[in-house]
T-cell receptor
Framework: DVKVTQSSRYLVKRTGEKVFLECVQD?????MFWYRQDPGLGLRLIYF???????EKGDIPEGYSVSREKKERFSLILESASTNQTSMYLC???????????FGNGTRLTVT | GESVGLHLPTLSVQEGDNSIINCAYS??????FIWYKQESGKGPQFIID?????DKRQGQRVTVLLNKTVKHLSLQIAATQPGDSAVYFC????????????FGAGTILRVKS
């Protein structure tokens, strides 16, 4: 089974802090994704990566950046956390083409 | 914990009954469809998928039906159990944007014992 592991289940950070969310997958998938999930808004794509060192903006990239230095690891960075970034963050990976996304269990981030 | 299901449609079924969850997808060019289940406090879990060259696919206790004419997808769960209670999402993927999935808003399934 594919395993996508997010390093933290819960995080509490202060406004203005730099925040790193880490994600690792063990299935050698080329593609990795970061979503946020908010009540009433569903899953929204922040950034994705289709190869090492490659990244593409999703639907809501503002206030975020990403890093993919190794194939198995995809990091989401909040350069200066704000309260409107309080959310559930979900990492996912997939193989090429028409194949399912495999999600981690999420990181619930609270910015105070 | 905070619910992801705020304002989502809810389907309530009796334990042992069959459930049907529906989804209308947006793009007629979509050629791959997936159903996910999300339990409280967990990430979405893959249930079953179907490609556009099929109109039905069966898994263990689940069946997905695809009607391309009306752009409609449904998930049927046989003999629904309390453990099936969750939010269910459909997702579509098209050749125009091969690596990105477009997600539906979701449906809450509540199973009454």
């Amino acid at each position: 089974d594919v395993k996508v592991t997010q390093s933290s289940r819960y995080l509490v950070k202060r406004t203005g802090e730099k925040v790193f969310l880490e994600c690792v997958q063990d299935m050698d998938h080329e593609n990795m994704f970061w979503y946020r999930q908010d009540p009433g808004l569903g899953l929204r794509l922040i950034y994705f990566s289709y190869d090492v060192k490659m990244k593409e903006k999703g639907d809501i990239p503002e206030g975020y950046s990403v890093s993919r230095e190794k194939k198995e690891r995809f990091s989401l960075i909040l350069e200066s956390a704000s309260t409107n970034q309080t959310s559930m963050y979900l990492c996912a990976s997939k193989d090429r083409g028409g194949s399912p996304l495999h999600f981690g269990n999420g990181t619930r981030l609270t910015v105070t | 914990g905070e619910s992801v299901g705020l304002h989502l449609p809810t389907l309530s079924v009796q334990e042992g009954d069959n459930s049907i969850i529906n989804c209308a997808y947006s793009n007629s060019a979509s050629d791959y469809f997936i159903w996910y289940k999300q339990e409280s406090g967990k990430g979405p879990q893959f249930i079953i998928d179907i490609r556009s060259n099929m109109d039905k696919r069966q898994g263990q206790r689940v069946t997905v039906l695809l009607n391309k004419t009306v752009k409609h997808l449904s998930l049927q769960i046989a003999a629904t159990q309390p453990g099936d209670s969750a939010v269910y999402f459909c997702a579509e993927n098209g050749v125009w944007d091969g690596n990105k999935l477009v997600f539906g808003a979701g449906t809450i399934l509540r199973v009454k014992s």
